[in-house]
């Protein structure tokens, strides 16, 4: 029987990362992929041949850490000195664009205002931004590791100025529409900036929750080419020595007992395979991880219902066009970085609102990208590909899911996208939607949700995702975690595989 020191359950961007690190102190890794290619949402798929795209489709906060650590620059990856321009798409042509740190497109007072608001979510997300690659500590320790944590966290934030330090306090559990109603009139122009507190969430511009906080989150680390990640990330942790196995899915992780208690002593994969581990890290969701590969039967009963309460069930629909030209948006001399489709914070609200019982509002919220007009390996000499986010499209759709639902979102998509570049529809060679049914489907990610469970005040920090598992530990000694279920959440930022590995090595 084969033997690792650990093994890492998903070759996900947060699995190589974990893999990386545990293989440059030494250890003997196993990488354990289901696909036929590592990287999960992050992974390049071809959807129409010679046409890729990736339902995660940009990257403006890639831990900084780990991008030195693991020398990811000298193994491909491309960074960025600034993130991906935005706009939010006007259907006059009179759209808001940021770009550069420019806002452009509002009157005066709006321009004076982002100034202050841009310079104050600055210095909160500065303040924040260590403590995304640590672990935060259990509530109530005493260890000295997390007294310094507590300590160190203390400090940053007195370091804010007493001004900043008790805007901060007021405004981190906000709902954006607040916040935004208090900086800003341009209504296109809060429901742009609302987005990046929203995307990948169950909520919208009055949730209570933590869309301040999400922001915040979106503001640290460093802007990177998304496509460049997983090849540059696969490359570390090889080069490091690090075994990684794709179509090799895990069926469940081998839990022993004796008379000290139950430990994770390996992995079974689909084929009956068994291979030993000291460690085993998952960087599966925690619904996948716990009541799938562990089981229910090897869990204490309060933790296990608590990961079946997580709220998992994804919001995001992805659309993906391959097209015989670039096409041409009213009002844009060229459609470069992130276009936003959300005309004020009302209609994001009504979308929401339809989504929470099952529908999908008259009017869709998206943001799209261009990735061919970057890089053209994304489609074939002449052509170019759109990748869309679809907000607001539920997992469990009332009536359920079926290729006529499908195909008439699709083609609503399709025309809505028309209404700023009209032209799009003839330039169409072909068009895909995956709805977040499908990409729990796909991808193996519980209710399809990118952040693999809510990213919420609850489910967040020393809470993530639950207690008795939010420090990458399960209770289960010699099984950790490594995925977007845990701290600091998901996105393409590599701080939670950065941070399990130092546990593991711990």
């Not at 959300?342 to 869709?364: Q, W």
């Amino acid at each position: 029987m084969e033997r690792y020191d650990s093994i890492v359950i998903g070759a996900g961007h947060n699995g190589l990362v974990c893999a990386a690190y545990l293989a440059r102190a030494g250890q003997r890794v196993l990488v354990l992929e289901a696909a036929n290619v590592p990287g999960g949402l992050a992974s390049n798929r071809e959807f129409h041949p010679g046409c890729l795209a990736a339902p995660a489709h940009a990257a403006d906060h890639f831990a900084e850490a780990v991008i030195k650590d693991l020398a990811l620059v000298s193994h491909g990856l491309r960074t960025s000195a600034r993130p991906m321009p935005i706009t939010g798409l006007a259907e006059n042509g009179q759209h808001v664009q940021l770009a550069g740190g420019e806002l452009r497109g509002v009157e005066q007072p709006d321009l004076v205002a982002y100034a202050e608001y841009a310079r104050l979510l600055q210095v909160c997300a500065d303040a924040l931004a260590p403590f995304w690659t640590r672990t935060m500590p259990r509530i109530g320790s005493r260890a000295m590791g997390d007294l310094a944590t507590f300590a160190k966290l203390g400090l940053k934030l007195r370091g804010m100025g007493r001004d900043d330090l008790r805007e901060f306090l007021r405004i981190a559990s906000l709902p954006a529409r607040d916040l935004l109603d208090e900086f800003f009139d341009n209504d296109l122009l809060k429901a742009m900036l609302s987005w990046d507190g929203l995307v990948g969430s169950r909520m919208a511009p009055r949730s209570p929750n933590s869309a301040v906080l999400a922001m915040l989150y979106r503001r640290a680390g460093v802007p990177i080419d998304a496509a460049s990640l997983v090849p540059a990330l696969t490359a570390s942790a090889e080069a490091a020595g690090a075994d990684i196995r794709c179509s090799a899915s895990v069926d469940r992780v081998i839990v022993l007992g004796d008379e000290t208690g139950l430990k994770a002593t390996g992995v079974q994969l689909a084929d009956g395979t068994r291979i030993e581990a000291n460690s085993v890290i998952s960087s599966a969701d925690p619904q996948t991880t716990f009541l799938r590969l562990v089981g229910v039967e090897n869990l204490e009963i309060e933790f296990a219902n608590r990961i079946q309460r997580l709220r998992c069930d994804g919001l995001v629909a992805k659309l993906h066009l391959a097209l015989d030209d670039l096409p041409e948006f009213t009002g844009l001399e060229r459609p470069a970085g992130r276009l936003r489709i959300a005309p004020d914070m009302d209609t994001i609200e009504f979308a929401f609102d339809e989504a929470k019982y099952g529908g999908v509002a008259d009017d869709l919220m998206m943001e799209i990208v261009i990735p061919s007009l970057e890089d053209g390996s994304f489609a074939p000499p002449g052509q170019h590909v759109l990748s869309a986010h679809l907000m607001y499209v539920p997992r469990e759709y009332k009536g359920g899911w079926n290729d006529t639902v499908r195909d008439a979102l699709r083609e609503r998509a399709i025309d809505t996208i028309a209404k700023y570049a009209p032209g799009i529809v003839d330039q169409i060679v072909h068009a895909e939607l995956l709805t977040p049914a499908d990409l729990e489907r796909e991808y193996r990610v519980t209710g399809g949700h990118w952040h693999h469970t809510e990213f919420a005040m609850d489910q967040l920090l020393m809470m993530r995702p639950t207690y008795g598992a939010a420090q990458y530990r399960a209770p289960i000694p010699g099984l950790y975690l490594a995925g977007a279920g845990s701290h600091p959440g998901g996105d393409l930022v590599g701080a939670a595989g950065h941070n399990a590995a130092r546990e593991v090595l711990r």
